[in-house]
Each structure stands twice: as C-alpha cells, then as structure tokens.
C-alpha cells in the first residue's frame, strides 16, 4: 500500500489552520496541522515523510524561517512554502534564501491558486524523488559496470595469459617437430660418414708414422668428426619418443649411483659434495636410466662451473608442487660462477650454452625432457659470484 500524500500546515492562528483543512477537506490528502515551529517538527518526527510544508512567517519563539530552515536540514526532500501578509521585499528574499524555500505565498490568498500550488508542488516533489531514484540506480548500476568491467579486464589479462603459454607451447611443439625430421635426416645422412671419417682417421694415424705435424692433424679431424656424432646423438635423444620404463625407486639410491660416475672428476676438482636426504622420502615412479641420466647432466654443468673447486649440496625433501599434490624434489646447488639473469631464461633451450665452444647445449634441453615425460618438472635459480640451484620435483609413487 502506498504512503498517503502528506501536506503540513504551521500557523499560530487556529482559525487559519480550520480554514486550510477545510480547503483540501475532498482532496486526497492526509493534512496535518501545527500551531508552533516545535509542534511543527515534532510532526515531522512523527508522521515521516511529509511531503509539503506550510508555514506563517511570523511566529512567536520559533519563526517560520528558522523552522523552515530545520526542515531543511533533517528533511531535505521536503516542498517548503512560506505564507505571509508581509511585503517587505529583502526580508523575502531572505527567507527564500535560509530556507531553500519553493514557494512565497501573499496573505490573503486565493483558493484556487493554492490548490494549483499545492499540486504543483507535489509535482516538484515526485519528479524529485523519481530523479534521485534514477540517480541512485544509474550509479548502482555504473558501480555494477565498473565491477564487470574490472572482473572482464581480469579475465581478458588472464586468458591473455593462457592463450600466451599455450602458444609458447605450440611454438616449442613446432619447433620440436622440426628438429625431429632435422635430426632423423641427420642420422641418416650423417652419422654414416662420421664413422667413416672416424675410421678413416685411425687408418691414417697408422700408416702417418712419427710425423708429429701429421698426427696432430689427423687427432684435431677425429676430434671434430666425434664431437659432430655427439651432437647427432644429443638431438636423437633430445627428439626420440622412446617409450618409458616406470619402476618404483628409491631417488637417493639413483642419485648416488650417478655420483661414482663423477666420483673422480669431483676429487681431482677439488669439489667437496654435502649429502642432504630428509628421513622417511617416498618412493617415486621413475624410469631410472634416463633419470640418472638427468643428475649426470646436472654434476657436470656444477663441474664446469666450479673450475678452481667448491662445494655441491644435493638436498632431496618431500614438499608439495603448486597443485597441492605430494612430490620429492630434488636440489642440486652449486658454488660456482652463477648464470647471468638475462641468460637463465634459455637455458633449457636446445643448442643454448653459457659454457666455452665445444658444448653441444642440448644436456639441460634433454633433461628438461626427461622430467617433463615424468610429469615433473625442473627449474633453476642463480646469482653471479654465488651458486647455481637445480630443483626437481617428481610425483611420489
């Protein structure tokens, strides 16, 4: 049910009020009526909202201004009409004034006047009241706006990002496919002459003899034509599908036997190796061979890395990946010169090498491999002057 119409008449005459009640006594119209300024808003406090007021100008103890100003100020929505005999122009303007009054109505006067007056009003009030609730609900709704548009830029930023990754996936998987057909030809055409050459070379160093000039030249050709069948065989191994062998392992076990293969290298380096294993680590579903082959990469790059010797920590822990399932990772961490930070993003790269000319650059890019085909993954830390990290996180069996 809706709010009656609610019109507040203020006079200290009662006679004046009978006769306004009187005026409207047909229309549909709740009238109120009050006979001070006090009354008055104790009305308002009462019979909230009202949606017209009334008042006489003169008025003992609270005038019709100063009253009008109090609605104003509790009750600004409020029509607010003066009436008055007075005629004195300044003091009109003033009243106007103070107390945002609408309307300035002469005493005496006409009845029909003050009804159009009063619709009027009513209209004011209403066409108000329906502008604000616009108002509110265009701002509501531009807070809404501003929301979906904060949520869509979000998701633009992070499909963005998704569709990025998923076409650096893509160029890696181009790129992939591409040295595969490149390497398959390489076999084929390759690696038959090298050992030829190889061969050919081992001949020749026999029938050379003692011609030093000659030997040399012929090592330097053997040398070259090994190093060329090493690349063939890091991009085979690199591009190979070859299907894995899971076997349940125990990872510290994998790892030491990797570090006899290194034993010696380590010594003459003069490299002092910490062992870190917690207690109680699960066991994880591995094939061992190409793991094993993944810790010998990462010995020899902390070989190549200390030259004058150091220290290799190797610290294995059960943790958790960023999916929240269980994984043994695996750290190995070095005190060697470090890679500088605008490298380290290519290094798991095929044919990327920080080291002298002589390294093929595919020993991370086929380790990263490997751990990938293990649904692990391996990523690395460094800082000049200080150390190399290499961590690994397999999923527990």
């Known amino acids: 049910m809706e709010e009656p119409v609610r019109i507040l008449f203020v006079d200290d005459e009662p006679s004046l009020l009978n006769i306004m009640e009187r005026l409207f006594l047909f229309e549909d119209y709740e009238i109120l009526t009050a006979t001070s300024g006090e009354e008055g808003l104790r009305k308002f406090e009462e019979s909230s909202p009202i949606h017209i007021v009334i008042s006489d100008y003169r008025m003992p103890e609270m005038s019709g201004v100063e009253f009008l100003e109090e609605v104003y100020k509790k009750w600004p929505d409020t029509v607010r009409m003066i009436l008055s005999g007075y005629a004195d122009l300044d003091a009109v303007i003033l009243a106007i004034n103070r107390g945002h009054i609408y309307k300035f109505i002469s005493k005496p006067w006409n009845n029909d006047e003050m009804k159009v007056t009063v619709a009027t009003a009513l209209e004011r009030y209403f066409l108000r009241k329906r502008n604000q609730e616009l108002t509110e609900s265009l701002l509501q709704k531009n807070e809404e706006l ?41 076999a084929h055409e390759i690696k038959n002459p090298l050992a030829i050459i190889t061969m050919g070379m081992e001949y020749m160093k026999s029938v050379i003899g003692d011609n030093a000039m000659l030997q040399e030249v012929a090592d330097k050709l ?42 010696h290298e380590l010594q003459c380096k003069n490299i002092e190796v910490i062992r870190k294993y917690a207690d109680g680590l699960p066991r994880v579903q591995v094939d061992a061979n190409q793991i094993k082959q993944v810790f010998v ?94 961590f690994i996180r397999l999923p527990v069996a």
């Open 297 to 390: 990469n990462l010995l020899v790059n902390g070989i190549d890395a200390m030259p004058e010797g150091g220290r290799f920590t190797i610290r294995v822990e059960c943790s958790e990946n960023d999916t929240g399932k269980k994984v043994v990772q695996v750290v190995y961490t070095d005190t060697g010169h470090g890679i500088p930070a605008e490298k380290i993003g290519k290094i798991f790269d095929p044919f990327f090498t920080t080291k002298d000319i002589g390294n093929t650059g595919l020993g991370l890019s086929v380790s990263k491999g490997i751990i990938d085909k293990h649904g692990g993954t391996i990523q690395v830390e460094s800082r000049i002057d200080v150390g190399t990290s290499f």
């Open 146 to 186: 501003r929301q979906f548009n904060e949520k869509l830029e979000q998701l633009v930023a992070d499909r963005t990002a998704e569709l990025m990754q998923t076409q650096e996936q893509l160029v890696q998987s181009e790129k992939l496919a591409a040295i595969g057909i490149l390497a398959a030809g390489i």
């Open 222 to 263: 053997k040398h070259a034509a090994l190093r060329a069948d090493t690349i063939v065989k890091g991009l085979l191994s690199y591009t190979r599908q070859n299907p894995l062998t899971f076997k349940e392992s125990d990872i510290t076990t994998l790892i030491d036997e990797t570090l006899t293969f290194t034993e």
